[in-house]
């Protein structure tokens, strides 16, 4: 089993929809949680963190749940500038203090 | 500031071949990581290091070698290229072990023939 598994996608939608994706981790010991994304043929951008307690910024919404060890992203109102691969991120190699990357959900908006 | 910077962006190299991929932060990070990236399987660590003098292997280190011998720079060296080697190879920095904000150089994308 992965450490960090994300629905490759891609998800299609249309600009100003909502949309989520969803990621899981297996050690439950992990204590730090990001969202990177990922440009075509780009280098990966931290998108945001994600706390215990959910955070927001803008049109994005992050949430944790520990108990079933997955994290969520929301985004409202999709823009076209907002198609890219979203990296879920874990630190789930506690040894190293090394991140562990899901291998990342494609988002397509469409006009 | 220029971040984490890399070079070369592209290069190809026939099997055998060594080769050293640069990498060079500027903002005074301790932690510095190298990573591969090949479709479907997410990034994969390769070395670490924690500061300069140490280092230390990730994941996937077989064929690689690392070293520091500075805070700003951290080459990544290619043994002997094999096939498999053919990917897209990312340096990152972060300020230290503790902190996990990452920042990523542009890549690398190394074939091997």
Known sequence: RKEVEQDPGPFNV??????????????????SFFWYRQDCRKEPKLLMSV????????????????????????????????SATYLCVVNSDTGRRALTFGSGTRLQVQP | ?????????????KTGQSMTLQCAQDMNHEYMSWYRQDPGMGLRLIHYSVGAGITDQ?????????????????????????????????CASRPNRENYEQYFGPGTRLTVT
């Open chain 1, 14 to 31: 249309p600009e100003g929809a909502t949309v989520a994706f969803n990621c899981t981790y297996s050690n439950s010991a992990s204590q």
């Open chain 1, 51 to 82: 706390y215990s307690s959910g955070n927001e910024d803008g049109r994005f919404t992050a949430q944790l749940n520990r108990a079933s060890q997955y994290i969520s992203l929301l985004i409202r109102d999709s823009k076209l500038s907002d």
């Open chain 2, 1 to 13: 500031n220029a971040g984490v910077t890399q070079t070369p962006k592209f290069q190809v190299l």
């Open chain 2, 58 to 90: 990730g994941e996937v280190p077989n064929g690689y070698n690392v070293s520091r011998s500075t805070t700003e720079d951290f080459p990544l060296r290619l043994l002997s290229a094999a096939p498999s080697q053919t990917s897209v190879y990312f």
